[in-house]
């Protein structure tokens, strides 16, 4: 029964088209009167983005191989202190504060999703299936408003993600961190999802995501889903022992064979093959 299942769906490049952190931090750029190229108080968006690409790779390199599925998992766990070391820089930059939740609304009306995915929430919605997004992107706010501007009343949904603290006044005070759910790797969404089986018993997952970033729901998932066949993910896969199969190839009565993924490249693949195909 299709009802037994939730569906978990990453948003940055799973949903969307593209990445959109940028546009949340053009929202706080907006707020400081500049954008995130010019000259301001504040450092613009490339110095972030290089400090934490130049993170990453010492990180990498100090790390050593990954060989296995073990050790790639432990190397995405612990890459949550690059994660953090980021939000950090952009909290003691003050480049949050003063933003507001129109700033992040305007922004969101530039997000582009993917085709098709409207159209898979509204299947699973008739079949009762049980919905979910869950993001390491910065706002909720963003995300929500994104999807409601484009689809309408999106209240059925939970998002799961990060969000910048408020004043009381509705202004950024420059801190990311303050959120029910605060979710800076995959590894923290599959926590995440194992509290939300816990309190859905007997509920089995489909998790739909992009990147290796999503590696641990993925693999954790009854069925972990990858959307559009980034090259960064198949090489990883396929470095560490995982299977990826088509779509079409899952048959739902195999048990899960905890090392095999499916691909889907757009989201109108899982309306032809899978728990919620429109058969």
Known sequence: MPSQYMLLMDWDETITVSDTIHLVAEAAYDAHGTSSCSPSGIPPWSDFSNAYMVDYA?????????????KELEFLTSSAIIEQASVSRIENAGLFKSVTANNLKL???????????INVIRRCRSLG?????MSVNWSQ?????????????FDDVPVYC???????????????????????????????????????????????????????PLLDADVGVIMGGKKSLLETCERV???????????????????VLYCIREWKDLLLHGPFADK
């Open 129 to 133: 299936v049980m919905l979910g997004i």
């Open 107 to 117: 922004q969101a009306a530039k997000v582009e999703m993917r085709p098709g995915f």
């Open 241 to 259: 022992g995982i299977t990826i199969k088509d779509i079409s190839l899952l048959d739902g009565t195999s048990p899960k064979d905890e090392r």
């Open 162 to 216: 990060n969000e910048i603290e408020f004043d009381n006044e509705g202004k950024g005070t420059g801190i990311l961190s303050r959120s029910e759910y605060v979710l800076r790797t995959g590894a923290d969404k599959a926590l995440l999802v194992k509290q939300l089986l816990a309190r859905n018993p007997g509920k089995q997952t489909v998790y739909v995501g992009d990147s290796t970033g999503d590696l641990h």
């Open 141 to 153: 706010i963003f995300i929500r408003s994104a999807l409601e501007q484009q689809y309408g009343a």
């Open 58 to 70: 010492a990180y990498q390199s100090s790390f050593g191989p990954r060989t296995s599925l073990e």
